[in-house]
C-alpha cells in the first residue's frame, strides 16, 4: 500500500477540533480493513463543531454516540457535528472487502449507513465497552473481536476488485475507465460488474474520488492555487470540466472550496487570538 493515494478528505484539517490517531488493524484483518481510527474531543464550554469530510470510496464502520452505523462509500460530503467532552472509534475499510460482511452487494450501503446491529448483531455490548474504554488499544481489541466472529472471507472477485482500486490509488495517471480496463486487463463491462458488488461504486466514479480529493488537498495546502495548471496535472482537457467534475464530487466549485477553508482558517485564529496577531 505504500505509496498509495487514501483520500483522507477533511476539510480544513488544520483547524479540526479534534485529535485522530490511526491504528494498524491485526494481522488477520490486513486483507479486509485500512486501519482503525480514534477521534478524541473535548468542547467543553465552546461551542459544537461541525466537520465536513469529502466522499470517498471507503465503508466505514463507527462507534461514536450519536454517530454509530456501518457507513457506505460517499456519494455527498459527509457531516458530522462533536460537541461536549468525547471519543470513538471507526474502522476503516479497504475499498472492495466490505463484501465479505454483507448479505449483497456493498451498492446497497453506497451513499447511506444502516444500523451496526443490522450487520453485526454482538456489536450492542462492544458499543458499551468503546464507551467507556480508558484507552486505543481496548477499543481496537473489541472492535476486531467483533469484526472476526464473522469470519471473513476474501474471495478471488474482492481480490480483483481491490487490485483495480489500488491501481487507481496508485497511478494518478490512470484517468478513464479505458485506461484502467487496459492496465487490469478486464473489459470495462466485467469492471462496472466487479465494482457494482464490490466497491459500491462505478468505475468512473471511483476514479473521480481519486482525482478530486487529490485536487482539494492541493487547493487547501496552497496559498494561491493555480486553477488551469491543476486541471493540466490531474489530466484534464479543459478547466471548465475540471470544475465541474470537482463540484459534482465535494459540492463546491474550486473556488469556493479556497474559500471556505481560508475563511475558517482565518475564524480560528481569530478564537485563539481575539485581539489580533
Known sequence: MSG???PAGIVNARQAKFSLVRHPPA??????VDHHWVLRWDLSGRPPHEQVVLPNLAVNVTFFRHAEGVFGPGKRPFRHTVADTGHGIGVRFRPGAFRAFLTGPVTMISGGSVPLTDLFPG?????ES??????DFEMVRRCEELLLAKDPV????ARSAIEAVET??????VTRVGELSSRTGLSQRSLQRLFAEHVGATPKWAIQVYRLNEAAARIAAEDRPDYAELAFTLGYSDQAHFIRDFRSV???APTEYARLNRVQEQESRREQFPGGL
Request: proline letters at 12%.
Open 168 to 173: 487507481i490509488a496508485a497511478d494518478p495517471a
Open 4 to 6: 498509495h493515494r487514501i
Open 27 to 32: 494481522p488477520s484483518l490486513r486483507p479486509f
Open 154 to 157: 476474501l474471495t478471488a472477485a
Open 130 to 135: 468503546v464507551r467507556n474504554a480508558t484507552n
Open 250 to 252: 465535494t459540492g463546491w
Open 123 to 127: 456489536a450492542g455490548p462492544v458499543t
